[in-house]
């Protein structure tokens, strides 16, 4: 059983940074891929980025290439999204989510196994 707490959200104007930040608990943290997704009011959750066990492979959705950056740190067990170059539209709940099958990545919400609660991310005009 993972548990996941994601942390950092908040309100930053359009063409600012912040980064989440996702705790696990559990010793197998390490084995385990992540990936973030985010739901916007009345749209479906989507995904954003994803990364491997080890944090050599990632993979980015189209509409944050290039401008998010996730990465992991598994003595810390934790994994983490920077956002940068930020637009309204990033507007959204924010959840991390792992998946037991660690050695690729996943872009689909059913590829996971463990859900955050998620973090609020208001970006502002």
């Known amino acids: 059983q993972v548990q996941l707490v994601e942390s950092g959200g908040g309100l930053v104007q359009a063409g600012g940074s912040l980064r989440v930040s996702c705790a696990a608990s559990?010793?197998?943290?390490?084995?385990?891929?992540m990936g973030w997704f985010r739901q916007a009011p009345g749209k479906e959750r989507e995904f954003v980025a994803a990364?491997?066990?080890?944090?050599?492979?990632?993979y980015y959705a189209d509409s944050v290439k290039g401008r998010f950056t996730i990465s992991r740190d598994n003595a810390k067990n934790t994994v983490y999204l920077q956002m940068s170059s930020l637009k309204p539209e990033d507007t959204a709940v924010y959840y991390c989510?792992?998946?037991?099958?660690?050695?690729?990545?996943?872009?689909?919400?059913?590829?996971?196994?463990?859900w955050g609660q998620g973090t609020q991310v208001t970006v502002s005009s």
């Open positions: 989510a792992a998946a037991r099958s660690g050695g690729t990545i996943w872009l689909r919400l059913d590829d996971y196994d463990y």
């Open positions: 559990g010793r197998t943290f390490s084995s385990y891929a």
């Open positions: 990364i491997n066990w080890s944090g050599g492979r990632t």
